[in-house]
């Protein structure tokens, strides 16, 4: 009997560990697979990983954008708190806060295109080498998108 409420108790503590811990709450790059799509256009997020934003919510989740312009369609009048949004890193591939990144807009044939970096000297080389607008804040990145 004692080992009947033993393995019980640690069924009910497996279980209830899984339930605060899903998978779609982790912010990491590696969790984008082949068929993720973006929340807003449907797009593929590993065709155009280097301009991938997730956002996590409260008790919803993480949703991932192929780029800002999608962010900014689905969260443009949100309030969200900064704190949960994430960008990828141009450089490492890798999810970064994005009120930390280094910014650089360009036009493209999709329009606008902002990129984030890390490091404010890959930015720089970047801007000039691609002809970007020049290296923004977070702020600024998104005024910029939602104006254009």
């Not at 640690?10 to 811990?21: D, W």
């Not at 709450?25 to 797009?43: E, H």
């Not at 009048?77 to 704190?83: C, M, P, Q, R, S």
């Not at 493209?108 to 000297?121: L, R």
Request: charged fraction near 20%.
């Amino acid at each position: 009997m004692k080992y009947i409420i033993l393995l019980l108790t640690l069924l009910l503590i497996s279980c209830n560990q899984n339930s605060t811990h899903k998978n779609n709450d982790v912010v990491s790059a590696a969790a984008i697979t082949d068929s993720a799509k973006c929340d807003n256009c449907g797009k593929n997020l590993i065709k155009y990983i280097s301009t991938n934003y997730a956002v996590k919510t409260n008790g919803d989740g993480v949703h991932h954008f192929c780029s800002m312009n999608c962010l900014v369609k689905d969260f443009g009048n949100a309030k969200i708190d900064t704190n949960s949004i994430y960008v990828i890193d141009v450089k490492s591939k890798e999810f970064i806060p994005a009120k930390d990144a280094y910014y650089v807009i360009r036009s493209g044939s999709n329009g606008i295109t902002a990129y984030a970096y890390k490091e404010f000297e890959y930015a720089k080389r970047f801007n000039k080498d691609f002809n970007g607008w020049g290296v923004i804040n977070f702020k600024k990145a998104l005024e910029t998108v939602k104006d254009n």
